[in-house]
Protein backbone atom coordinates (compact mmCIF):
# COMPACT_ATOMS: atom_id res chain seq x y z
CA UNK A 1 0.00 0.00 0.00
CA UNK A 2 1.20 3.78 -0.84
CA UNK A 3 1.48 5.51 2.55
CA UNK A 4 0.65 8.59 1.08
CA UNK A 5 -2.55 7.36 -1.09
CA UNK A 6 -5.09 4.77 0.37
CA UNK A 7 -6.05 4.09 -2.92
CA UNK A 8 -2.89 2.51 -4.56
CA UNK A 9 -2.02 -0.78 -3.37
CA UNK A 10 0.45 -3.76 -3.78
CA UNK A 11 -1.17 -7.14 -3.29
CA UNK A 12 0.55 -11.00 -4.49
CA UNK A 13 -0.94 -14.15 -5.75
CA UNK A 14 0.12 -17.45 -5.62
CA UNK A 15 0.02 -19.81 -8.70
CA UNK A 16 -2.93 -22.00 -8.66
CA UNK A 17 -1.46 -25.54 -8.08
CA UNK A 18 -2.58 -27.54 -11.24
CA UNK A 19 -2.09 -24.74 -13.69
CA UNK A 20 1.57 -23.80 -15.34
CA UNK A 21 1.60 -21.09 -13.22
CA UNK A 22 2.32 -23.42 -10.03
CA UNK A 23 4.67 -22.52 -7.72
CA UNK A 24 4.69 -19.04 -8.93
CA UNK A 25 3.75 -15.71 -6.59
CA UNK A 26 3.00 -12.72 -8.94
CA UNK A 27 3.25 -9.09 -7.86
CA UNK A 28 0.38 -6.90 -8.74
CA UNK A 29 -0.94 -2.58 -8.11
CA UNK A 30 -4.17 -1.97 -7.92
CA UNK A 31 -5.32 1.52 -7.93
CA UNK A 32 -8.79 2.96 -7.02
CA UNK A 33 -10.28 5.71 -8.64
CA UNK A 34 -11.80 8.87 -6.81
CA UNK A 35 -15.37 7.36 -8.25
CA UNK A 36 -14.90 3.32 -7.20
CA UNK A 37 -17.04 1.88 -7.11
CA UNK A 38 -18.93 2.85 -9.66
CA UNK A 39 -15.33 2.73 -12.03
CA UNK A 40 -13.16 -0.34 -11.64
CA UNK A 41 -9.80 -0.16 -10.22
CA UNK A 42 -6.87 -0.37 -12.54
CA UNK A 43 -4.52 -3.70 -11.86
CA UNK A 44 -1.16 -4.17 -13.48
CA UNK A 45 0.67 -6.70 -12.74
CA UNK A 46 4.24 -6.12 -11.51
CA UNK A 47 5.96 -9.68 -11.99
CA UNK A 48 6.43 -10.51 -15.66
CA UNK A 49 3.49 -13.08 -16.99
CA UNK A 50 1.55 -14.49 -20.28
CA UNK A 51 -2.00 -13.98 -19.95
CA UNK A 52 -4.43 -13.32 -22.89
CA UNK A 53 -5.65 -10.65 -20.42
CA UNK A 54 -2.12 -8.76 -19.74
CA UNK A 55 -0.42 -6.37 -22.17
CA UNK A 56 2.76 -7.51 -23.01
CA UNK A 57 4.03 -5.08 -24.38
CA UNK A 58 5.48 -1.46 -22.79
CA UNK A 59 4.76 1.84 -24.21
CA UNK A 60 7.00 3.54 -26.39
CA UNK A 61 6.76 6.53 -24.87
CA UNK A 62 5.58 7.82 -21.50
CA UNK A 63 1.90 8.93 -21.12
CA UNK A 64 1.74 8.09 -24.99
CA UNK A 65 -1.87 6.50 -24.33
CA UNK A 66 -0.82 2.99 -24.48
CA UNK A 67 -1.39 0.64 -21.37
CA UNK A 68 1.37 0.40 -19.18
CA UNK A 69 3.54 -3.33 -19.49
CA UNK A 70 1.41 -6.04 -17.37
CA UNK A 71 -1.92 -3.74 -17.69
CA UNK A 72 -5.30 -6.05 -17.03
CA UNK A 73 -7.18 -5.83 -20.47
CA UNK A 74 -10.37 -6.26 -19.19
CA UNK A 75 -12.14 -4.82 -16.42
CA UNK A 76 -13.76 -6.14 -12.93
CA UNK A 77 -17.37 -5.48 -11.74
Not at 6 to 29: C, N, Q
Not at 52 to 64: L, M, R, S, T
Amino acid sequence: MNDNDYREWKASILGPKDTSYRGGMFFFSIKFPDNYPEKAPEICFLTPIYHINVNPKAPKFEGDGVEPLGHMHMHIY
